[in-house]
């Protein structure tokens, strides 16, 4: 069965340095990868997802990611974190094939001080 | 595009009531799953629909929890006789085709049993 394993429960970075998430995943054949973040009491929103092709993939608000096959790893990445970056960040898998349940990581809070 | 509607935003429910949680997908979007997010857990799937079919009801409490997607109409999840650790935020997701691509969440209903 998928998992996905996000080691770091909780995160504080000072606003203005750089940011990365750690995501590894397991799951036998290609997944489809995603990164969420939530804002206390809000919805998901997607940063980026990866499906194929180019292993960086660059998504909204300046964050990015890279699918590294060898590791089973899909990090996310922030050259420079801003103060709204502060919420909790979801990793998520899902089968490439058959349907698409989607498998989350626990979360990492990310807490920002100036 | 309207996007993912899931009402109401907050329900607020006695121990022992009944709780009905609505998901209109996508328009063109015929598949939809159910998640929930317990306090400090990431969200767990629940249960995977096309209209008048459930395809995967794994994740489901065994009693109490259940799930329709009506051929007019959204999707609906029921909760009967709520207890206290029902208490969690419920999010409905649709794609149009049961793959990962186009996979969207809506902002979720934040059930509240007290």
């Known amino acids: 069965a998928q998992s996905v394993t996000q080691p770091d429960i909780h995160i504080t970075v000072s606003e203005g340095a750089s940011l990365e998430l750690r995501c590894n995943y397991s799951y036998g054949a290609t997944p489809y990868l995603f990164w969420y973040v939530q804002s206390p009491g809000q919805g998901l929103q997607l940063l980026l997802k990866?499906?194929?092709?180019?292993?960086l993939v660059q998504g909204i608000k300046g964050f990015e990611a890279e699918f590294k096959r060898s590791q089973s790893s899909f990090n996310l990445r922030k050259p420079s974190v801003h103060w709204s970056d502060a919420a909790e960040y979801f990793c998520?898998?899902?089968?490439?094939?058959?349907?698409?349940?989607?498998?989350f990581g626990i979360g990492t809070k990310l807490q920002v001080i100036p | 595009n309207a996007g993912v509607m899931q009402n109401p935003r907050h329900l607020v429910r006695r121990r022992g009531q009944e709780a009905r949680l609505r998901c209109s997908p996508m328009k063109g979007h015929s598949h939809v799953y159910w998640y929930r997010q317990l306090p400090e857990e990431g969200l767990k799937f629940m249960v995977y629909l096309q209209k008048e079919n459930i395809i995967d009801e794994s994740g489901m409490p065994k009693e109490r929890f259940s799930a329709e997607f009506p051929k007019e109409g959204p999707s609906i999840l029921r909760i009967q006789q709520v207890v206290r650790g029902d208490s969690a935020a419920y999010f409905c997701a649709s794609s149009p085709d049961g793959t990962g691509h186009g996979y969207t969440f809506g902002s979720g209903t934040r059930l509240t049993v007290v």
């Open positions: 998520a898998v899902v089968n490439s094939g058959g349907y698409q349940k989607v498998t």
């Open positions: 990866y499906f194929s092709g180019d292993t």
